[in-house]
């Protein structure tokens, strides 16, 4: 049975890759649209259930798999900026403090009457507030398109201090999750976690700790 990746994203694309599972990657028709006061927990998971099921109505006899990720802080949901001035007033409000970085991920399938969903949560905390190293990482343009307007695993790396928790959850797909859903519905994956997870062959992820 084929697996889908339902996600145009690059990152989520090499963090699969590096599970050695053969998969497609399918864009998902579902369209994310953040809902005010709605809990982060039910948003992200809604958005990776509604990413998953509409490719699997197209493919129903594949395994699809959908991820989403955001940003909370005290209890409201960052999304991606519209713009620098927003991606700018984004950094300001995460500098020197923690957020939780929450990615949610489906995995969806006609065929074999799946349909389920989990979360990792990771907590991430920022530099302190430096006017000049913020001005430099947003004319990179890094912050563009980008969940609380900042990439761990490209230059945005040198605003965070540390984390807690799961890297790929940070970038966007929680690895040993993903494996042990695909197991459960009889999915077999090549890659020793645990060696993954000790070798950190992934841009950044060396730099934290866990």
Known sequence: MPLILASTSPRRHELLALLGIPFEARSP???????????????????????????????????????????????????????????????????????QVRTAVALVCSA????????????????PF??????HYLATGESLGKAGAYSIQGE???????????????VGLPLRLVAQLLTQVGVSVPADLDELYATKPYANWA???G
């Not at 949560?121 to 530099?127: D, F, G, S, Y």
């Not at 430096?130 to 001005?135: A, F, I, K, N, P």
Request: negative net charge.
């Open 29 to 99: 028709s579902f369209e994310e649209r953040l809902v005010p006061d709605r809990p982060a927990i039910e948003q992200v998971q809604s958005f990776a259930q509604g990413k998953a099921r509409s490719v699997a109505r197209q493919e129903p006899e594949a395994i699809v798999l959908g991820s989403d990720t955001v940003i909370e802080l005290d209890h409201a949901v960052l999304g991606k900026p519209a713009d620098l001035a927003e991606a700018r007033a984004m950094l300001r409000c995460l500098a020197g403090r923690d957020h």
């Open 156 to 170: 945005g790396g040198d605003l965070i201090d540390s984390i807690d928790g799961d890297f790929p959850t940070v």
């Open 207 to 209: 730099r934290f700790p």
């Open 112 to 127: 074999c009457a799946t349909d389920v969903v989990a979360l990792s949560t990771a907590v991430v905390r920022m530099k």
């Open 130 to 135: 430096d006017e000049r190293v913020h001005e």
